[in-house]
């Protein structure tokens, strides 16, 4: 593992008054940061007594570790999600999308977690069938993403990618200020998601679980999500109306109600 990264990112919303609710850590997915949360989900959940924080990863966002992003493992980003949630006073119930699904399923493997929910998760087979997939329905998508240059975005770039991570109906100015907060990702960490069931324990630590995915889901289809959910033996939550990026989707209050549904059931 490499060593701890201090220069975290992170952003917080609190409630306006004490509710006796544990606070939320959301973990973004690949090639994004922490922002993506922060339109939507972090204001929603703390004006319903939530305090709600989430954290770019090291090489994300303004976080540090840029220059070791391409040995970065997703044992070193669990490492960013405990040292964040380290500081918020008491253990947070953890919330991951797609890859930060698959590093909460990681620390769940390991550590003992209050609760935990994944949104369109990495399968348990993990990404080489979901890159086959990919490769036959939209071979342009997986040249993109393999070369994929944040700093050198062209239009048809934006506009290959946009049908994975969005439905027609997102608002361009969401679009725009997704594309600004587009990122490399760790090469290491994408060999640790197709490696996926050579590390991943079903046993969650007597974790409370939620699993939740999107209908129009192209990259972590509802069949992906009902396999990680049967792999922990609970039941998937699948939204109809959403793509990928369930949090940035003109429905996304329907998936921030689903959780925070789940949250009331689990009330300590």
């Known amino acids: 593992m490499l060593p701890l990264e201090p220069r975290l990112e992170t952003w917080s919303r609190k409630p306006s008054a004490r509710s006796g609710r544990p606070p939320l850590l959301f973990v973004h997915g690949g090639y994004t940061d922490g922002w993506c949360w922060t339109p939507h989900f972090l204001p929603w959940f703390a004006a319903r007594g939530w305090p709600a924080h989430a954290l770019s990863l090291r090489g994300h966002g303004r976080s540090g570790g840029v220059e070791t992003l391409f040995a970065t493992g997703l044992d070193d980003y669990a490492a960013d999600v405990e040292h964040v949630a380290g500081t918020l006073g008491e253990p947070p119930v953890l919330i991951g999308h797609s890859m930060g699904a698959a590093i909460v399923e990681r ?68 679009l725009e200020a997704s594309a600004e907060h587009l990122a490399a990702e760790s090469p290491r960490a ?13 046993e969650r630590n007597g974790a409370r679980l939620m699993v939740l995915g999107a209908e129009g889901d192209r990259i972590s289809t509802p069949g992906d999500v009902r396999a990680t959910a049967r792999h922990h033996d609970v039941e998937a939550v699948i939204l109809p109306g959403m793509a990928h990026m369930l949090m940035l989707e003109p429905g996304w209050e329907s998936a921030a109600r689903a959780i925070a549904a789940w949250l009331e059931t689990i009330r300590s």
Request: net charge positive.
């Open 107 to 174: 620390m769940l493997a390991m550590h003992p977690v209050r609760a935990a929910a994944l949104l369109a998760p990495v399968p348990p087979t993990g990404l080489v069938p979901v890159a086959a997939r990919l490769a036959v329905e939209r071979p342009d998508y997986l040249a993109h993403m393999i070369r994929l240059d944040p700093t050198r975005l062209s239009a048809d770039v934006l506009e290959a990618l946009r049908p994975f991570y969005f439905s027609d109906r997102v608002d361009p100015a969401i």
């Open 190 to 202: 994408i060999l640790d998601l197709s490696l996926r069931l050579h590390w991943l324990k079903p």
